[in-house]
């Protein structure tokens, strides 16, 4: 019991970790890159995009979508780790 | 065969698909009927999240709003994606664990207090009636447009179609309904955007279109049409005209609210598994990343197409304004419906099209090319609707078209409609006034309190005033009221019924009273809507922000000074932490 106590805990603090880790990358390429930091990003061009923008209305949306399935990978694998896996 | 045959069999086509399904997938037990009895695929209910969340104004109003907004509109396109985030690591893995069939179900029993648990019911039925009575106005539109019958037929019909599937297959139905209605909609949108960018830029891949550079020219599309706006007095298309401060409350604002909308969350209680609810959050975000990220792209593609059809030479040249006569055939269609309308200031029988309200270009073009104010109004809900004709394509996608935007409208509808019935049947009636109801009668119970999509038609019909202007309501009190709790209800042992009760009625009032000083929700507005008015620069539409974070202070400051929760709570909290011991599916 009180081992088990244990590892709940430590994978609690493991997967506040990683949530913490996930985001600042989520608050960075949205609110720092697309939002705050927009026009001393668009000084920059890559190919027809001024790059603030194309995070504001392309790349922050691709980032969120990888940002959600690394999650559910890590916490997969913390899961089995912490042996607080369903099944 | 002509547009309206080919639209009716269309649209007809798909709606004897969806009854289908319902008639395949009735419900037979509450479970069924509330969380389709925990057992849809990760990847399925993903899809079908994504067209539970992408409604009416995602599909037809969304890419009109970034073409008029430029840079602007991004706070939709943020907002509207990076909740799932939100949802996928703070809220949806926790609560299905806790495996029970409603929000307010987890607020009540978490907050172990029936008063918690009926303010979650009122915050719910009024966000999710606010949004049902905007589906409806949009199927109305569809309807009008495209079938030529009047608004209130299109309504009846919407009105049925959904009541039929929701109220005989329940959550369980609706799932696989929104499945079908997903794949109608991301074709109906994603083929003419293909159509489209290949024209513009020669390049098929919209998300790539945009950035490329404009077909036989060599100049890149979003540069070009950066300096087509301004010539025109309009603001940079990659500048847009808001201040920081307020971009960055309103995609808060949104991003929060659409983490805390019920129809969302409960989508995510009817995987077998905790790590299907994550993985689930995932393919939803990748379902709906599809239309999102290439609604920008339609957007410049839209505004460069109008600007270009109506100013096809140099600023100030007479003959470079398209002459009113040889207006194209599309004009003319959408001038019947009243969206597109023309008024010749200046008597010259041709189209000026520009930004009227920037005094000094409007200055200049009075005295040098003898323009007597803007001349066109656009409503820019019919850029994607228009956006197949003005490109030339063929009726099929037309009438596809008019089916996406339906089955847009319907699979939030009935989402929403579910959420609310589920809340009166679950919460209210099970939940409070008649506790030892059987199981049976609660089915039935819930079945007739969808009946409420009478009172959502009758809102569509007969928008009391503000029913457009409650929309920044649905997520700034989302996101004032639900989302807070919940978040504190899972991170924070310690928090307990007096804070979240205090914090969800400071966010709640707070911003239902920003929102309606500016807005006059039925009163009249005690200030005008100016940026000089408003708190810290903050919009009404962002101001759910500001809500947020008081409920999480007075929570915060109400929890230290009362009584800590009782050890089982505790308890409870500890164990919704872990995925260990969740309930798998109950068939």
Known sequence: ?87 | MDLKTLTYLIVGATFVLYIGIALWSKARSTGEFYIAGKGIHPVVNGMATAADWMSAASFISMAGLIAFLGYGGSVYLLGWTGGYVLLAMLLAPYLRKFGKFTVPEFIGERYYSQTARLVAVICLIFISFTYVAGQMRGVGIVFSRFLEVDIITGLLVGMGIVFVYAVLGGMKGITYTQVAQYVVLIFAYTVPAVFIALQVTGNPIPQLAFGSMVQGETVYLLDKLDGIVTELGFSAYTAGAKSTIDVFMITLALMVGTAGLPHVIVRFFTVPKVRDARASAGWALLFIALLYTTAPAVAALARMNLTETIQAGPVGEATANLAYAERPNWFRTWEKTGLLTFEDKNGDGRIQYYNDTNAEFSATAEANYGWKGNELKVDRDIMVLANPEIAGLPNWVIALVAAGGIAAALSTAAGLLLVISASISHDLVKGMLARDISERHELMVGRIAAAAILVAGYLGYNPPGFVAQVVAFAFGLAAASLFPVILMGIFSKTMNRDGAIAGMLVGLVFTMSYIIYFKGVFIEPLAENLPENWLFGISPEGIGSIGMVLNFIVAWIVSRMTTPPPEHIQHLVEDIRIPKGASGATH
Request: aromatic content about 20%.
């Open chain 1, 1 to 87: 019991m009180n081992n088990q106590k244990h590892d709940a805990a430590g994978y609690w603090r493991a997967n506040l970790r990683l949530l913490i880790t996930c985001l600042v990358i989520w608050f960075s390429v949205s609110y720092l890159f697309g939002i705050l930091l927009v026009d001393t990003l668009n000084q920059i061009q890559i190919g027809g995009f001024k790059l603030g923008f194309w995070f504001a209305q392309q790349g922050s949306i691709y980032v969120f979508v990888v940002l959600i399935f690394f999650y559910a990978w890590r916490m997969n694998r913390y899961d089995r780790e912490f042996d607080v896996h369903e099944d």
